[in-house]
């Protein structure tokens, strides 16, 4: 799919357009001259005889036949038009509901998603608008509030406050620790880099015995960084740890504050809305490619139980374990789960099986040759 | 604790890797990040055709409107040349008018082209958006998608005041179709106070192309009248209705006709199910939606909310039976109770290619961090097993 091509098309619809309007303009100057001649003619009291004017100027205005005139002009527009629909259909699917099942989608259910893909977006007018608009009951209160309180503390943190952040990581110190995150001492340290900034080299000190100094323990290293950026107080610029003192670490601790917030109330991180329609962006060219394919099997498309081609999606998109048999390429289940040969191979427990004429005698693996007794295979867990 | 930390066949310390590392198996790398963008890009044919079909009817409008007073015109000189009498001042105050006239179609034509102009700039704006997507802003511009695909569904259930919300929000404007849904709101509207009125107008404005997709909604619209006027009992001016408005469909709807024309000889509180069902209110209902699907088709829309179309391949594509366990992770959309609920029905995913994520670190287990199996024939990944030595 070339792009230039199609905005060259589209550039060549646009000329022949200006191309007929200026035509159009043109024969409409045209019969207005004629008329306007016409009127001359009568009002000036001429020996011609009013009706010959008349008559003359509807003779006039047939020869000019201004409608044919157009009609040329007209007619180029019409092919870039249709070639430029054409080229739309050909460089993009025209239909990406082919592969729809119709099956209905419950509109309270989806009208909660969206609500809730609102809030947690901090898009709150947008949601209560939506909310009204749908006359959903307050299902999403919930959600609501949760993600107002984060947003209070993101906004206030754009705006260089960073109170309400401080506030919450000190409240909730223990998950944090127990999750690994140093998000407390990232919010010290970025408070103690503005105290700095603003030159005031005692009120930081102070800052730092109060509020880094119980995290000194475990990060060493890194408040000895901090508190030798003491001496570049007012000249920050100059100062050796430039990626301490970066305004991008608001962003990279805003980040990670989202994360820990949502990890704490049980939410994910991203929006579950977006998250499912990416995984339906990259899904839907394969799926469609197949229902060029399989055309008329409509009626078996709307039954299945699994997905009739593989659709591979990319890593953030793995959320569980998928390990697929090598010999028979189905996946693997409880009824039919993973087996670790003696060589460390693994297949599915079928697989082994058949090749096995069920427990009867050995087989080789077929990765490396190595002779496999099928009772010594274990079950493997993801 | 023993452990295996390589639990392949030979003992030695560097290892091949196993047929569970997705390397082995071939292929499992994603396409490379610019095909993906490509196909991505190639399901963007409504976010192009709509706006075009605007253009197109615009400028077929203005058109119209043009010939219609060129031809007016001339045969308004016509009918003054032959006509017998028609004094001095008659001839100068005609043909004064028709100068009038036609300058007030070249004022309409240059508003009509600065209108066309702006149409067709929203069609550029719209291919320079998708030239615009790149690996460095995909971020953003898959967020600006998600709210182009919910515009488009609050405009197709017609939360008007949500769609411009959402897409004043993010300055998107250019980049969504408000107006033309207003145009079909206007339709709606009136069909759902009982109006055909606005929906004939719409009829006629696009006759040529309902006429070449062998639409017959018009002659619904007809029937419906032509029921409302049996209802209240004007059976006299409902059979001039018919034989002036119903006549002309009968060649090809005869049956349906029949049957709506049987009903002069009931009344509108009939019990007869068959012609009950013709009296229900429910038949404007019918119209709104048969009106959304013509619409719909015309501007070269899916017939479906893009929303839903996304919703399903991607539930589908993410279900797995693993889904639905109490410890399925917080990050699959799937733990949702109501996402569970939409993908109930759906298939499950396929995938030809093994992918192991490790238990603890939810992490993916590639060559670069290799799932390993513990004696009791558990799986985790390298960095798990590295800090269970450590701590142990």
Same mark, same amino acid.
């Given at each position: 799919?070339?792009?230039?091509?199609?905005?060259?098309?589209?550039?060549?619809?646009?000329k022949?357009?200006?191309?007929?309007?200026?035509?159009?303009?043109?024969?409409?100057?045209?019969?207005?001259?004629?008329?306007?001649?016409?009127?001359?003619?009568?009002?000036?009291a001429?020996?011609?005889?009013?009706?010959?004017?008349?008559?003359?100027?509807?003779?006039?205005l047939?020869?000019?036949?201004?409608?044919?005139?157009?009609?040329?002009?007209?007619?180029?527009?019409?092919?870039?038009?249709?070639?430029?629909?054409?080229?739309?259909?050909?460089?993009?699917?025209?239909d990406?509901?082919?592969?729809?099942?119709?099956i209905?989608f419950?509109?309270?259910?989806?009208?909660?998603?969206?609500?809730?893909?609102?809030?947690?977006?901090?898009?709150?007018?947008?949601?209560?608008?939506?909310?009204?608009?749908?006359?959903?009951?307050?299902?999403?209160?919930?959600?609501?509030?949760?993600?107002?309180?984060?947003?209070?503390?993101?906004?206030?943190?754009?705006?260089?406050?960073?109170?309400?952040?401080?506030?919450?990581?000190?409240?909730?110190?223990?998950?944090?620790?127990?999750?690994?995150?140093?998000?407390?001492?990232?919010?010290?340290?970025?408070?103690?880099v503005?105290?700095?900034?603003?030159?005031?080299?005692?009120?930081?000190?102070?800052?730092?015995?109060?509020?880094?100094?119980?995290?000194?323990?475990?990060?060493?290293?890194?408040?000895?960084?901090?508190?030798?950026?003491?001496?570049?107080?007012r000249?920050?610029?100059?100062?050796?740890?430039?990626?301490?003192?970066?305004?991008?670490?608001?962003?990279?601790?805003?980040?990670?504050?989202?994360?820990?917030?949502?990890?704490?109330?049980?939410?994910?991180?991203?929006?579950?809305?977006?998250?499912?329609?990416?995984?339906?962006?990259?899904?839907?060219?394969?799926?469609?490619?197949?229902?060029?394919?399989?055309?008329?099997?409509?009626?078996?498309?709307?039954?299945?139980?699994?997905?009739?081609?593989?659709?591979?999606?990319?890593?953030?998109?793995?959320?569980?374990?998928?390990?697929?048999?090598?010999?028979?390429?189905?996946?693997?289940?409880?009824?039919?789960?993973?087996?670790?040969?003696?060589?460390?191979?693994?297949?599915?427990?079928?697989?082994?099986?058949?090749?096995?004429?069920?427990?009867?005698?050995?087989?080789?693996?077929?990765?490396?040759?190595?002779?496999?007794?099928?009772?010594?295979?274990r079950?493997?867990?993801? | 604790?023993?452990?295996?930390?390589?639990?392949?066949?030979?003992?030695?310390?560097?290892?091949?890797?196993?047929?569970?590392?997705?390397?082995?198996?071939?292929?499992?790398?994603?396409?490379?990040?610019?095909?993906?963008?490509?196909?991505?890009?190639?399901?963007?044919?409504?976010?192009?055709?709509?706006?075009?079909?605007?253009y197109?009817?615009?400028?077929?409008?203005?058109?119209?409107?043009?010939?219609?007073?060129?031809?007016?015109?001339?045969?308004?000189?016509?009918?003054?040349?032959?006509?017998?009498?028609?004094?001095?001042?008659?001839?100068?105050?005609?043909?004064?008018?028709?100068?009038?006239?036609?300058?007030?179609?070249?004022?309409?034509?240059?508003?009509?082209?600065?209108?066309?102009?702006?149409?067709?700039?929203?069609?550029?704006?719209?291919?320079?958006?998708?030239?615009?997507?790149?690996?460095?802003?995909?971020?953003?511009w898959?967020?600006t998608?998600?709210?182009?695909?919910?515009?488009?569904?609050?405009?197709?259930?017609?939360?008007?005041? /949500?769609?411009?919300? =959402?897409? *004043?929000?993010s300055?998107?404007?250019? @980049? +969504? %179709?408000?107006?033309?849904?207003?145009?079909? !709101?206007?339709?709606?509207?009136?069909?759902?106070?009982?109006?055909?009125a606005?929906?004939?107008?719409?009829?006629?404005?696009?006759?040529?192309?309902?006429?070449?997709?062998?639409?017959k909604?018009?002659?619904q619209?007809?029937?419906?009248?032509?029921?409302?006027?049996?209802?209240?009992?004007?059976?006299?001016?409902?059979?001039?209705?018919?034989?002036?408005?119903?006549?002309?469909?009968?060649?090809?709807?005869?049956?349906?006709?029949?049957?709506?024309?049987?009903?002069?000889?009931?009344?509108?509180?009939?019990?007869?199910? /068959?012609?009950?069902? =013709?009296? *229900?209110?429910?038949?404007?209902?019918? @119209? +709104? %939606?048969?009106?959304?699907?013509?619409?719909? !088709?015309?501007?070269?829309?899916?017939?479906?909310p893009?929303?839903?179309?996304?919703?399903?391949?991607?539930?589908?594509?993410?279900?797995?039976?693993?889904?639905?366990?109490?410890?399925?992770?917080?990050?699959?959309?799937?733990?949702?109770?109501?996402?569970?609920?939409?993908?109930?029905p759906?298939?499950y995913?396929?995938?030809?290619?093994?992918?192991?994520?490790?238990?603890?670190?939810?992490?993916l287990?590639?060559?670069?961090?290799?799932?390993?199996?513990?004696?009791?024939?558990y799986?985790?990944?390298?960095?798990?097993?590295?800090?269970?030595?450590?701590?142990?």
């Amino acid at each position: 799919m070339e792009l230039n091509d199609i905005k060259d098309a589209f550039d060549r619809v646009a000329k022949k357009q200006k191309l007929s309007c200026s035509k159009t303009q043109e024969v409409i100057d045209l019969i207005v001259q004629e008329i306007e001649k016409a009127l001359e003619t009568v009002k000036s009291a001429s020996h011609l005889d009013d009706k010959y004017v008349l008559t003359e100027l509807k003779r006039r205005l047939q020869d000019i036949a201004p409608l044919g005139q157009l009609e040329g002009t007209q007619k180029e527009l019409n092919i870039a038009l249709s070639k430029y629909t054409k080229i739309l259909e050909k460089s993009f699917n025209p239909d990406i509901s082919k592969a729809y099942r119709n099956i209905e989608f419950d509109t309270h259910t989806v009208s909660q998603i969206i609500a809730s893909h609102f809030y947690r977006q901090g898009l709150f007018e947008v949601g209560d608008c939506f909310i009204s608009e749908t006359k959903e009951s307050e299902c999403s209160a919930a959600i609501l509030s949760i993600f107002e309180d984060m947003y209070q503390i993101l906004e206030a943190m754009k705006s260089g406050n960073l109170e309400p952040a401080l506030k919450w990581a000190a409240a909730n110190s223990d998950k944090l620790t127990q999750n690994g995150s140093d998000l407390q001492l990232k919010l010290h340290s970025l408070q103690f880099v503005e105290i700095l900034r603003k030159g005031s080299r005692e009120e930081a000190l102070k800052y730092a015995r109060a509020n880094l100094a119980p995290f000194a323990s475990n990060h060493v290293n890194e408040i000895q960084k901090l508190m030798a950026c003491l001496i570049w107080a007012r000249k920050l610029e100059s100062c050796p740890y430039p990626q301490l003192v970066s305004q991008t670490n608001w962003v990279t601790v805003a980040e990670e504050l989202t994360r820990q917030f949502c990890n704490l109330v049980g939410q994910s991180y991203e929006s579950p809305l977006s998250v499912t329609i990416a995984a339906g962006v990259q899904a839907l060219p394969p799926l469609l490619k197949f229902m060029t394919v399989m055309a008329g099997k409509k009626q078996e498309w709307q039954s299945m139980k699994q997905l009739p081609v593989p659709v591979e999606l990319d890593k953030e998109f793995q959320f569980h374990s998928i390990f697929v048999c090598p010999v028979s390429k189905e996946q693997t289940s409880d009824d039919n789960p993973p087996m670790i040969m003696s060589c460390g191979h693994v297949l599915c427990r079928q697989s082994i099986n058949k090749m096995s004429k069920n427990h009867s005698r050995t087989f080789k693996c077929p990765y490396c040759p190595s002779d496999i007794d099928a009772a010594q295979c274990r079950q493997l867990y993801f | 604790m023993e452990m295996d930390s390589l639990p392949n066949g030979n003992s030695a310390a560097a290892s091949p890797p196993q047929n569970t590392t997705p390397a082995a198996a071939g292929g499992t790398t994603p396409f490379p990040k610019l095909t993906q963008l490509t196909e991505a890009l190639k399901l963007e044919h409504q976010f192009l055709r709509v706006p075009f079909e605007h253009y197109k009817k615009t400028i077929r409008t203005n058109h119209r409107a043009v010939e219609k007073e060129i031809t007016s015109v001339i045969s308004n000189v016509a009918d003054v040349s032959d006509s017998e009498n028609f004094s001095k001042d008659d001839a100068v105050n005609h043909l004064t008018s028709l100068v009038s006239r036609l300058q007030g179609l070249k004022r309409k034509l240059e508003e009509g082209s600065r209108t066309e102009h702006l149409q067709a700039q929203k069609c550029r704006a719209r291919l320079n958006h998708l030239e615009s997507a790149d690996a460095e802003n995909l971020a953003e511009w898959n967020n600006t998608r998600v709210k182009r695909i919910l515009v488009d569904y609050m405009l197709r259930m017609s939360y008007y005041e /949500t769609a411009e919300k =959402l897409a *004043e929000s993010s300055n998107i404007q250019d @980049l +969504v %179709d408000i107006e033309v849904f207003q145009e079909a !709101k206007k339709v709606i509207d009136a069909l759902q106070n009982k109006e055909v009125a606005p929906a004939l107008a719409w009829c006629s404005d696009n006759k040529s192309r309902l006429k070449k997709s062998k639409s017959k909604f018009e002659f619904q619209l007809r029937l419906q009248e032509f029921i409302e006027l049996v209802r209240g009992e004007n059976n006299l001016r409902a059979i001039t209705y018919a034989r002036k408005y119903l006549a002309p469909w009968g060649a090809t709807h005869m049956k349906e006709l029949q049957r709506v024309m049987a009903t002069l000889a009931f009344k509108s509180n009939t019990e007869c199910t /068959t012609y009950k069902a =013709l009296f *229900e209110p429910k038949q404007w209902d019918f @119209l +709104v %939606d048969q009106f959304k699907q013509e619409f719909c !088709k015309l501007y070269g829309m899916t017939l479906e909310p893009l929303l839903n179309i996304y919703l399903q391949a991607g539930l589908s594509a993410l279900n797995t039976p693993y889904c639905y366990e109490d410890d399925c992770t917080k990050e699959d959309p799937l733990s949702q109770e109501s996402f569970r609920k939409l993908a109930s029905p759906l298939p499950y995913s396929k995938q030809h290619h093994s992918k192991l994520v490790c238990y603890i670190t939810k992490e993916l287990m590639d060559t670069e961090n290799p799932p390993q199996v513990l004696p009791n024939g558990y799986v985790y990944s390298t960095k798990v097993c590295i800090f269970l030595v450590i701590i142990m």
